[in-house]
């Protein structure tokens, strides 16, 4: 007897299309490596006053000698004050935007491997995967700020005028992140609400988070902030990825039947 080996996800597919029905839209993700040594139209926050210094593909970085090669290829995305004259403050912003208010959202992850380094305080080796708006306010850029400082991992929203920590996690730095060395930051947005959040696959305690930021829910691009406000060292990051799933699918729903 002859065994149908057509995949289920492909069955089922022909089934939904008999009845007239169609599959939700999968995820497509993209990654941008720098490996062919540019920013891949990564820039900076636009605020003139306070971002100044602009993204580069680099294969080497004498503050951060121990981060090459990096994960993938031999460029890493680097951003750094090197004029002293933003804070310390140093940002890159790129991919495209989405609408996570809209009705045909599911979900979005937002990927950054980012090099990691010993961090005593708040404003020193202060790194982070940012979900931000960097367009469409009249003053300040608005984001969600998830990464490592001060010894802790922590989330922020930044609404455009002021701070909110919504978790943090003083546990996860001993028990599963390198550093020095590079780690894996990662933010999933689920429906309108729900953000759910990874470093090196594990989950911070206070994941996952229920919040909206109307500053930026319809218009969130993926990024990356560093701060050191006397070192200026900059960020180094590299595959920063970004997957939205629209439709009603949620991320894998069907790998597991390819």
């Known amino acids: 007897m002859p065994i149908n ?8 597919a ?11 839209a999968l995820a497509q993700p993209t990654v941008y490596d720098f490996d062919d040594g540019t920013t891949q139209s990564f820039q900076s926050i636009t605020r003139p006053d306070t971002y100044n210094d602009e993204p580069a593909a680099v294969t080497a970085d004498a503050d951060f000698p121990g ?11 680097r951003v750094a004050d090197d004029d002293n004259d933003s804070f310390g403050l140093a940002s890159a912003v790129g991919g495209t935007a989405f609408d996570r208010t809209a009705v045909s959202f599911t979900s979005a992850t937002l990927t950054a491997k980012i090099y990691v380094v010993a961090s005593a305080a708040a404003n020193e080796g202060n790194v982070a995967l ?38 943090t996690d003083t546990a996860l730095d001993d028990s599963n992140m390198t550093i020095p060395g ?19 696959g594990a989950a911070p305690s206070f994941s996952p988070v229920t919040d909206t930021l109307p500053a930026i829910d319809t218009e969130i691009q993926v990024g990356v902030l560093g701060f050191n ?25 069907w790998s597991k039947y390819d």
């Open 182 to 200: 590079w780690n894996t930051f990662q933010i999933t947005f689920v429906g309108a609400d729900q953000i759910q959040l990874s470093v090196n």
């Open 14 to 24: 022909l089934l939904l299309a008999a009845l007239g029905l169609t599959l939700p």
């Open 5 to 12: 080996r057509t995949p289920f996800f492909l069955q089922f």
């Open 130 to 167: 940012l979900a931000i708006n960097d367009g469409t306010l009249a003053q300040n850029e608005a984001y969600y700020r998830f990464g490592y400082r001060n010894n802790e991992v922590f989330l922020q929203r930044f609404g455009g005028a002021s701070f909110t920590t919504l978790g």
């Open 229 to 253: 406000i006397s070192s200026f060292n900059g960020i180094l990051a590299d595959d920063i990825t970004q997957e939205v799933v629209t439709g009603g699918a949620s991320v894998n729903d």
């Open 67 to 77: 981060a090459f090669p990096p994960p993938s290829g031999t460029f890493a995305l």
